[in-house]
């Protein structure tokens, strides 16, 4: 099965596309992934998106589109597919549409405010890349699993937060009715926890 996820930043699309992975043992494909570990390695493409990234802006489709479609031509995508933030525009949309053939979007639903809390809230890992939220270290500033010190990414900034929402609704949210159009589109309010949200998505995807 060949999968999109599709939602604002914060909805769980990569918490979700993780949990298909390990359950449908097919790859998770992450553009924000593989452009952070670009950014970190100082690349040339990595130099060229960080720039967009800290602004909260989108990467430009040429070198997204030229990313992906080289990762989908790997032997462990031929048997399936989650693709976790790509595409985010129609033309995107369209120009994947030559190369590869998409089963299912999948649209993760959450209101602004909810999405705000999560995010500005996070704190990661630099080292190691684990994840936390305000709400539950408890005061603590370090990594419980390699103990270096966490800190909030530039693009999880209320601010940014806010930005990364009005490009959403700009130009990625009009994917909703081009998927829609196309009958591929499932929907999954994620207003509950993690492994309730989880459900619903396994029985939008038919995969119960």
Do not use: W
Not at 41 to 61: H, M, Q, S, Y
Not at 187 to 205: M, S
């Amino acid at each position: 099965m060949n999968i999109i996820f599709l939602g604002p930043p914060g909805a769980g699309k990569g918490t979700h596309a993780q949990k298909l992975m390990n359950e449908l043992e097919i790859p998770q494909i992450s553009t924000g992934d593989m452009l952070r570990q670009a950014i970190k390695a100082e690349t040339e493409l990595g130099i060229l998106a960080k720039g967009f990234i800290d602004r909260g802006e989108l990467v430009p489709d040429e070198v997204v589109i030229g990313i992906v479609k080289e990762r989908l031509a790997q032997q462990d995508c031929q048997k399936g597919y989650i693709l976790d933030g790509f595409p985010r525009t129609v033309p995107q949309a369209e120009a994947l549409s030559q190369f590869a053939k998409i089963d299912c979007a999948l649209n993760l639903s959450l209101a602004d405010e909810v999405i705000i809390g999560r995010l500005s809230g996070r704190r990661v890992c630099l080292k190691c890349g684990a994840t936390y939220h305000t709400s539950t270290l408890n005061g603590r500033t370090d990594c419980a699993a390699c103990g270096d010190e966490l800190v909030q990414r530039k693009d999880d900034t209320p601010e940014t937060i806010q930005n990364r929402l009005t490009v959403y609704a700009a130009q990625t949210a009009p994917l909703i009715d081009y998927y829609q159009e196309k009958g591929m589109l499932r929907t999954v309010e994620c207003t509950g926890t993690v492994e309730e949200n989880h459900r619903a998505v396994r029985k939008a995807l038919g995969v119960e």
